[in-house]
């Protein structure tokens, strides 16, 4: 029985694993040279789930799909990165109707601040983006030097 067990538990660990393979992937993004310190990174894949990563403040950056950083599947990604920084708001008074019903107690609205993209702004989705890259079944370090 013991035998049986041991030549059977390897096939069937493998039958059941099924899924796609992922492997562990890292990288820093720069634009123009210089650090990007904040944002979201996605490899999306045609094959699986996406693999998503905070953008740290040394502009490094660790994917994970399924477990945290666990990497992005193995295969050809479109990448997506999204990267801004918002200003502050300001309190201004109303200048239209809609602007009134939308007023504070004090009689102002709070008027956001400017969005400021910190890499281009086709980046951002997989319909404008041009970043591709490919992860391999292996450990993969991935860096991004965007010039446009």
Known sequence: MRLIICIFLPLF???CSGGPVIAPVKGKITYKGKTIDTGIIMFNSDNGPAAVGNIQKDGSYVLT???????????????????????????EEPKSLEDE??????????????????????????VTSSLKA??????????FDLKD
Do not use: C, W
């Open 101 to 126: 019903i939308k007023q504070s107690r004090s009689g102002k609205i709070l008027v956001p601040g400017k969005v400021t993209f910190l890499v281009p702004e086709k980046y951002a989705t997989t």
């Open 134 to 143: 490919e992860v391999k079944n292996q450990e993969n370090m991935i860096d």
């Open 65 to 91: 799909t399924t477990r945290k950083n666990d990497g992005a599947i193995v295969g050809i990604h479109t990448v997506t990165i999204q990267a801004t920084s918002v200003g502050a708001g300001t309190m």
């Open 13 to 15: 660990t493998v039958a």
